[in-house]
Structure formats: structure tokens, C-alpha cells
């Protein structure tokens, strides 16, 4: 069963870089997409961006200039990097696993499982 | 549009039938999947695609779909139902993933 354990620094200043890793235990790292998810406190969840094994990325627009996430497949750890933290990064971040999409007509099913357990990352100066 | 919207919050007496509903224009494209997310705990994926479980998922939890609508139904909630919900999916151009805002649902 595929467990992802995370990790990293849980409080930052404002204008520092965010820095969390997740490691994939007990499942094939390649042939998935892993993402990161963040969850400001009494909030919604928001997807950040993900990677696939080969190193290939997709962001979310509005967090796009400030993230980055890589990928360690000697290790089937994937890193997250968010640059010039404010208040509002202020988050429980999750990471979590993704297979690519498959189609059952008409439509196409994909899903996040598992998640990891969640960082909380506080931006206070 | 990429958006995903819910309605903020729902409550069902013990043992009756309730559904969530999740709107948006992936949805004509993407099959939402459902998560449920208990508080200080992390989302744990319900259903998945046009309706199935995960293993360890009580039957009483279904989905559907129809046009730019997905449905998450309970047939005979329990206490333990009582949680946030959040449907999921890619949006129209298949790089982005969106959330809803999450429903809340209380089990009276």
C-alpha cells in the first residue's frame, strides 16, 4: 500500500522560500503524477502543481511564479519551493498521488489517493 | 470557466438520504471525485470516476453525473458522515487541477 510521508519547515518569514518534501513509500513512483495541495486554516483545499516522474510540470496559474516542484526519482521523493512567502501561504500542504486520467465514456475519471498527512506552514514576520 | 461551486454547507437527519452537489464546466469532460475531510485529518478520497469506491468506503456513498452537474448521494447517513466534502477535477484544458469550495454537511 502506498504511504506518502512529508516533511519541512513549519514557520517562516515573510519574503522566505518555502521548502517541503514528500516521499513515496511501498508503490512505483513512475506512471503518476505527484502534487502538492495547500489548505489555508478554516479554508478550501488548492491545488499548487504537480510532476510526473520524467521531471514534466504543471502549475496553477495564480501560484505559477513562485513555485517550483521537483522530482528525486533515486530517492521517489518529490519537492515542493514557493519563493516570497506572505501571510496568506499561511497553509496546511498536502501532498498526494494522481494516475493519469482514463477515459469511461463520455467522460474521463481521475483522482488524488493517497495524500500525505499534511504540513501546517505559518508565515509570520 | 475552471471553477468548481458547491453549496457552503448541507445537514441531513440521522439515517436519511442527502446530496451533495458540485457544478462546473469541466465537469462536461472530467467525472468529479469526492473527498471527505474530517476536522485536523487529511481528505480521504470517497468516490472516484462515474461511481465507484475506494476499498474501505461503505456502500451507502454513491456518485452521478449529468451535463456540467456531479452528485455525491448518502443513503442513510450516519454520525460519522459528518465532515467537509470537496469534489475535484481537471479543468477543460487538462493541465489544471480545480476544487470546489466544500460543502459542509451536518448529521443531525
Known amino acids: 500500500q502506498v504511504q506518502l510521508q512529508q516533511w519541512g519547515a513549519g514557520l517562516l518569514k515573510p519574503s522566505e522560500t518555502l521548502s517541503l518534501t514528500c516521499a513515496v513509500y511501498?508503490?512505483?513512483?513512475?506512471?503518476?503524477?505527484w502534487s502538492w495541495i495547500r489548505q489555508p486554516p478554516g479554508k478550501g483545499l488548492e491545488w499548487i502543481g504537480e510532476?510526473?516522474?520524467?521531471?514534466?510540470?504543471n502549475y496553477n496559474p495564480s501560484l505559477k511564479s513562485r513555485v517550483t516542484i521537483s522530482v528525486d526519482t533515486s530517492k521517489n521523493q518529490f519537492s515542493l519551493k514557493l519563493s516570497s512567502v506572505t501571510a496568506a501561504d499561511t497553509a496546511v500542504y498536502y501532498c498526494?498521488?494522481?494516475?493519469?486520467?482514463?477515459?469511461?465514456?463520455?467522460?474521463?475519471?481521475?483522482?488524488?489517493?493517497?495524500w500525505g498527512q499534511g504540513t501546517l506552514v505559518t508565515v509570520s514576520s | 470557466s475552471s471553477e468548481l461551486t458547491q453549496d457552503p454547507a448541507v445537514s441531513v437527519a440521522l439515517g436519511q438520504t442527502v446530496r451533495i452537489t458540485c457544478q462546473g464546466d469541466?465537469?462536461?469532460?472530467?467525472?468529479a471525485s469526492w473527498y471527505q475531510q474530517k476536522p485536523g485529518q487529511a481528505p480521504v478520497l470517497v468516490i472516484y470516476?462515474?461511481?465507484n469506491r475506494p476499498s474501505g468506503i461503505p456502500d451507502r456513498f454513491s456518485g452521478s453525473s449529468s451535463g456540467n452537474t456531479a452528485s455525491l448521494t448518502i443513503t442513510g447517513a450516519q454520525a460519522e458522515d459528518e465532515a467537509d466534502y470537496y469534489c475535484?477535477?481537471?479543468?477543460?484544458?487538462?493541465?489544471?487541477?480545480?476544487f470546489g469550495g466544500g460543502t459542509k454537511l451536518t448529521v443531525l
Open positions: 470516476g462515474k461511481n
Open positions: 510532476i510526473n516522474h520524467s521531471g514534466s510540470t
Open positions: 511501498g508503490g512505483s513512483f513512475s506512471g503518476y503524477y
Open positions: 498526494a498521488r494522481s494516475a493519469p486520467c482514463i477515459v469511461v465514456v463520455p467522460a474521463a475519471s481521475c483522482w488524488f489517493d493517497p
Open positions: 469541466s465537469l462536461r469532460s472530467y467525472y
Open positions: 475535484n477535477s481537471r479543468d477543460s484544458s487538462g493541465n489544471v487541477w480545480v
